[in-house]
């Protein structure tokens, strides 16, 4: 509601002044207020957004986690259970309460999926592409997701033994989603 009401008046909502004697908001990880997925929800005021919003990002962490099975060389039967393991889990469905959670839970099977694309096949699309889905897990909104998934991708990365240009082109990934959340966590 306060983000309808600050877009509505032509302002960005750096500051909430109805929570706990005023917090900040553009930066508080439930605002989410650059999440594109959440703009048609902050701009209309829609009130049923919660629950749509919380199946929409299950089905998509299904379908990320699908694909990412697969380009592990999973079978279809072995990866569709696996997606529905992570996507119908406990965690998961819990997170559906807060949607910032789900929001930013549900973009670890893309980031690995877009890693591992990369990594495989080092084009300047497939850069952008792991570049693009770093940055809207952070603008989801849930930083602790966002930091297990960057250090796990590090972990990972490096696992891989990269040639010097691969580690040069993955950490400027890295700074590029930074450079464009700098919004997000700007005024922390």
Known sequence: AYNLQSFRDGL????NPYIACGVPHLANWQSACFYPPFWLFNL???????MWMALAHAAFAF?????WLRSQ??????????ALSLAGSAHFVSCWANVPFISTAA???WVFWAA??????PSNKNWLILLSFIALQVLAGYPFFTFYTLLFLIVWFEKQTPSSSLRLRFWATLAGAAFLTCGQWLPF
């Open 116 to 121: 591992h694309r990369a990594f495989q096949k």
């Open 63 to 67: 379908f990320g986690c699908f694909l």
């Open 12 to 15: 960005l909502p750096l500051w």
């Open 73 to 82: 060389k999973s079978e279809s039967l072995w990866a569709a259970l696996g």
């Open 44 to 50: 209309t005021g829609l009130s049923d957004w919660l």
């Open 107 to 109: 973009w670890i099977p």
